[in-house]
Structures are given as structure tokens and as C-alpha cells.
């Protein structure tokens, strides 16, 4: 089962991997940032979720003109 079938919580993921809090997995999850490609790996091994999932994902951010 992947963590999304277990519907994981953001704490539960943090704390099966090092080194990412879960305000950082919640801004990647909706978008606002994109992880590095280590943890994109890192996460895809804890929740079955493609690393392609991570990749461009990111929302443009309106500049002030």
C-alpha cells in the first residue's frame, strides 16, 4: 500500500524522512515549492508517488510590473 491508499499525514511522512518538516511537504503538495531531486526520490520511496509528480509543478508567481 502507498501512502496515499494509507492517506499518511504531512507529520507521519516528515518523521519517516530526515531532513523535511511538514510546512515544507505541505508547500510542495500544493505546489508552492518543488523539492530537490533527492527528495523527490525520498518521498517517492515512502509513498509510491512517480517522481515525475514533483517536476514542474511549481505555480507561477504573478510579478509586479
Given at each position: 500500500?502507498t501512502a ?16 523535511v518538516t ?6 510542495i ?7 530537490s531531486l ?7 520511496a515512502?509513498?509510491g ?7 514542474g ?9
Amino acid at each position: 500500500r502507498t501512502a496515499e491508499d494509507r492517506r499518511m499525514t504531512l507529520v507521519e511522512l516528515a518523521a519517516l524522512i530526515q531532513g523535511v518538516t511538514p510546512s515544507h511537504l505541505s508547500e510542495i503538495e500544493n505546489g508552492n515549492n518543488e523539492p530537490s531531486l533527492e527528495l523527490a526520490v525520498r518521498i517517492s520511496a515512502k509513498t509510491g508517488i512517480d517522481v515525475s509528480q514533483f517536476v514542474g509543478r511549481r505555480k507561477m508567481k504573478a510579478s509586479a510590473i
